[in-house]
């Protein structure tokens, strides 16, 4: 064991302190992208209309998401340490926060998406849209529709990537 009894790091755990250019350029070589934010959010929900893929109480993230709740892990979690969602994803609410393809735009206007994906029109920020809480984030944090920005040059131990790929 580590730092206050938390398990050492290993591939198991998430990739974590990575720039959105460095993950853009190193996916696209494999084959894989960002998702949108949209493909993103729809991941997360998993299918369910609940305030988390859990249900609506904050209890319901215990042992299913890695956040500021007592769970074994004082620092980031295997990615399959707990139960999936409803899709067979881990963490998408908890662990780190995840890139997105996305400009981040704060405007309340609607903007057009494109079809298929749901990428957003540009928009006027240079930063780029990640979505997700972080293990060091309180339960009520965890929301699906919360929404940050970086420059896409920057990264730090709590933003990490879930690669992408087209199914079609």
Do not use: K, M
């Not at 319901?60 to 500021?68: D, G, P, V």
């Not at 409803?86 to 079809?115: I, K, Y």
């Amino acid at each position: 064991y580590s730092w206050a009894g938390t398990p050492f790091i290993t591939r198991a755990h998430p990739v974590e302190r990575v720039a959105w250019t460095e993950a853009f350029r190193v996916l696209a070589r494999v084959g894989l992208e960002l998702p949108t934010e949209a493909q993103w959010e729809h991941a997360a929900r998993a299918g369910t209309t609940a305030r988390f893929w859990t249900g609506d109480a904050l209890a319901s993230l215990a042992r299913r998401e890695n956040c500021a709740l007592p769970d074994g892990y004082g620092l980031t979690a295997p990615v399959d340490a707990f139960e999936p969602n409803p899709f067979g994803l881990h963490h998408v609410l908890g662990n780190v926060s995840e890139w997105c393809l996305d400009r981040f735009d704060q405007r309340l206007d609607p903007r057009p998406f494109a079809h298929g994906t749901g990428t957003r029109s540009p928009g006027y920020s240079d930063g780029r849209a990640y979505r997700g809480g972080t293990y060091a984030h309180p339960a009520a944090a965890l929301r699906p529709t919360r929404r940050y920005s970086r420059l896409p040059d920057q990264a730090d131990q709590y933003i990490g990537i879930r690669p992408a790929r087209a199914l079609f």
